[in-house]
C-alpha cells in the first residue's frame, strides 16, 4: 500500500478513534449502552478485506475486527498513536486473513 494511502487511511481511524471516544464518554454520563460505531468497517474495506462477503460461519471475523478496534480506544494513547495502532493491527490481521479467506479480496 502506498504511503499517502496509509497515511489517508491512518487519518480516518482517528476521526473514528476520536469519534468513538466521544461516545464511549456519553454512554458514561447517561449510563447507557450500545453507541458503538462501526466505522472500522468500511476502513477494513480500503485496506482490502470485504467483510460484506462473509458468510454466518465467518462471522467471528467481523467480531474480531470490533474487538480489536474497541481493545484500542480504551488504551490511554493519543488519538493519532491509536490510530496508528489500529492500522498496524488491522493491517496484520488482513495479511492473515486474506491468506485463509482469499475470496474476501476487495476486488
Not at 41 to 52: E, F, K, Q, R, T
Request: charged fraction near 30%; proline fraction near 2%; charge should be negative.
Amino acid at each position: 500500500m502506498s504511503t499517502k494511502k496509509e497515511n489517508i487511511i491512518i487519518d480516518l481511524i482517528e476521526d473514528s478513534v476520536i469519534a468513538s471516544r466521544i461516545f464511549d464518554n456519553i454512554e458514561k454520563i447517561l449510563d447507557c449502552n450500545g453507541l458503538i460505531i462501526n466505522s472500522w468497517y468500511p476502513i477494513v474495506y480500503l485496506m482490502g478485506i470485504d467483510l460484506d462477503k462473509i458468510i454466518t460461519k465467518n462471522q467471528h471475523l467481523q467480531d474480531e475486527y470490533l474487538e480489536t478496534f474497541e481493545m484500542y480506544i480504551k488504551k490511554e494513547n493519543s488519538n493519532r498513536d491509536t490510530a496508528v495502532l489500529v492500522y498496524k493491527k488491522f493491517d496484520d490481521m488482513i495479511k492473515e486473513h486474506l491468506k485463509q479467506f482469499p475470496s474476501l479480496r476487495v476486488s
